[in-house]
T-cell receptor, first 113, second 114 residues
Framework: NAGVTQTPKFQVLKTGQSMTLQCAQDMNHEYMSWYRQDPGMGLRLIHYSVGAGITDQGEVPNGYNVSRSTTEDFPLRLLSAAPSQTSVYFCASSLRTRNTEAFFGQGTRLTVV | AQKVTQAQTEISVVEKEDVTLDCVYETRDTTYYLFWYKQPPSGELVFLIR??????QNEISGRYSWNFQKSTSSFNFTITASQVVDSAVYFC???????????FGAGTILRVKS
């Protein structure tokens, strides 16, 4: 079982460039989410989805877009990268019911120069 | 609004010492869930425990134990006889009853020296 797979693991972007962080899970989890981790701030929720075709904003959504066309995939798009988006990004998935634990991907370390 | 506070930014102990990591939370919900995650130097997030707001029993798993007290809105984590492999960042998190959105504390860096 692969669990939650994120690609790429590392990425350097120039300011203004766009890119997509990929996230895929093979556990048939309804709930998927994206977090960013910054020093001293823990993880903060960017966007989440409770199922295919349904997405919503989290705490820090500005500058990011998401879509959920299938249960398995939940890509995160940076429209025009800014240095403030330098961070480590984690994708997570979980069963929707009963607040089971979230399974996290390995993370993507993004640097915007 | 929900909030999780981990006041200890960094703790250093010597191997075999016991250490307690503090977690204080705020929520208006009567039903909620609390979690602890471990982030070792390799960077992944490892689930340790989940507790719902109606279950105040303390839990022990090997060298790990958790003390949940609703009266003080705390969910503290104790490692007994710490080992170097326990060195990591530990996150406490809270989620509301409906939905699985996690609110994380800032994390506590634990350094265990041999």
């Amino acid at each position: 079982n692969a669990g939650v797979t994120q690609t790429p693991k590392f990425q350097v972007l120039k300011t203004g460039q766009s890119m997509t962080l990929q996230c895929a899970q093979d556990m048939n989890h309804e709930y998927m989410s994206w977090y960013r981790q910054d020093p001293g701030m823990g993880l903060r929720l960017i966007h989440y989805s409770v199922g295919a075709g349904i997405t919503d904003q989290g705490e820090v959504p500005n500058g990011y877009n998401v879509s959920r066309s299938t249960t398995e995939d939940f890509p995160l798009r940076l429209l025009s990268a800014a240095p403030s988006q330098t961070s480590v990004y984690f994708c997570a998935s979980s069963l929707r019911t009963r607040n089971t634990e979230a399974f996290f991907g390995q993370g993507t370390r993004l640097t915007v120069v | 609004a929900q909030k999780v506070t981990q006041a200890q930014t960094e703790i250093s102990v010597v191997e075999k010492e016991d250490v307690t990591l503090d977690c204080v939370y705020e929520t208006r919900d009567t039903t909620y869930y609390l979690f602890w995650y471990k982030q070792p130097p390799s960077g992944e997030l490892v689930f340790l425990i989940r507790r719902n707001s109606f279950d105040e029993q303390n839990e022990i798993s090997g060298r790990y134990s958790w003390n949940f007290q609703k009266s003080t809105s705390s969910f503290n984590f104790t490692i007994t006889a710490s080992q170097v492999v326990d060195s990591a960042v530990y996150f406490c998190a809270l989620s509301e009853a409906l939905g699985n959105k996690l609110v994380f504390g800032a994390g506590t860096i634990l350094r265990v020296k041999s």
